[in-house]
């Protein structure tokens, strides 16, 4: 089967008042459609860099060498213009906080219709209004929520309204960069397993960015470790965990809480997640 994402030793630099810094070296991976793919590594080692070149986002910063295939197609070559309809339709993010990416000013109701406007999907006014609370409700919110502004909204509501938006055109990859990092713990778990389910329900490949170990291991198939801006490490989740190959995998791993660590691995083991059925 064809890949949905196939990167190819990725280099990505930042033009700084120092000197070219080179964020990303040589980063190759690819995911075959509905993967669950796990970035992880510490702050600063090239995981958003990575992600923000595939969605054209990088802010100073560009490809230096490398390849990224998006269903085949290479995404630096792809028409601005084109590339506007690629996003959310083909591709989409869910970015880490939701605060500042739903506008403040406008009801969620009429962000998600200026999506669907901005992508050419027309509906009536009654069939708008339906189309946009049944698409809440498939992320866990009442159809009422587009009636309501974001201040209105607790932060895990928000992130909801953020995964409602990136599922809103049926793309085949989601991004999603620390989508719960700002959330308490226990709403962290439920607003994951609400990405991984609609995940799972739209067959859409995944790519999920963090750092914490246990949270990953319950949630991805494959992870890849990455090292001030290397992929240093990369395999399917119970493997890593059985016998990581490198100092830094090893690190991360033994760093989990002692309550956590034989847990995920147990669960890693048995390739169970919490958030695949839930
Ligand atoms: P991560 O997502 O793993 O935390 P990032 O991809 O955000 O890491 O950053 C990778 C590296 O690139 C860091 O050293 C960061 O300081 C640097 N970087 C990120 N954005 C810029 C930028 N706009 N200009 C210069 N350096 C940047």
């Given amino acids: 089967m064809n890949p949905v994402l196939d990167i190819r030793n ?3 630099e930042y033009d700084t008042p120092t000197g070219v810094f080179t964020a990303v070296r040589n980063v190759s991976f690819s995911l ?29 910063g560009r490809v ?31 970015p880490q906080g939701a605060m500042s990416s739903l506008n403040p000013v406008l009801r969620i109701g009429r962000q998600i219709g200026d999506l669907f406007d901005d992508h050419g999907v027309r509906h009536g006014r009654d069939e708008r209004r339906r189309a946009i609370g049944s698409l809440l409700q498939r992320v866990g919110l009442p159809p009422e929520a587009q009636d309501r502004f974001p201040h209105e909204l607790s932060g895990g509501m928000k992130q909801r309204v953020c995964i409602a938006m990136s599922i809103a055109l049926g793309p085949s990859l989601i991004l999603a960069d620390e989508p719960t990092s700002a959330l308490d713990v226990m709403v962290q778990k439920q607003v994951l397993a609400t990405l991984g389910r609609v995940q799972k329900d739209l067959g859409a490949a995944i790519v999920l960015i963090g750092h914490d170990m246990a949270l990953m291991a319950h949630f991805v198939d494959r992870i890849g470790v990455m090292y001030r801006g290397e992929l240093v490490e990369m395999g399917p989740v119970r493997e890593v965990f059985a016998s990581p190959k490198h100092d830094y995998t090893r690190m991360l791993i033994e760093s989990l809480p002692s309550f956590d660590a034989p847990r995920a691995l147990r669960r890693a083991a048995q390739g169970a997640t919490f958030a695949r059925g839930g």
């Fill in 10 to 12: 990725l280099t990505i």
């Fill in 32 to 60: 075959a459609p509905g993967e669950r793919f796990g970035l992880v590594g510490e702050s600063g080692s090239g995981k958003s860099t990575t992600i923000l070149a595939l969605m054209r986002m990088l802010r100073g």
């Fill in 64 to 94: 230096a060498s490398g390849d990224l295939l998006l269903n085949g197609r290479d995404v630096s070559a792809i028409p601005e213009r084109e590339f506007r309809t690629v996003r959310f339709a083909q591709m989409s993010l869910v």
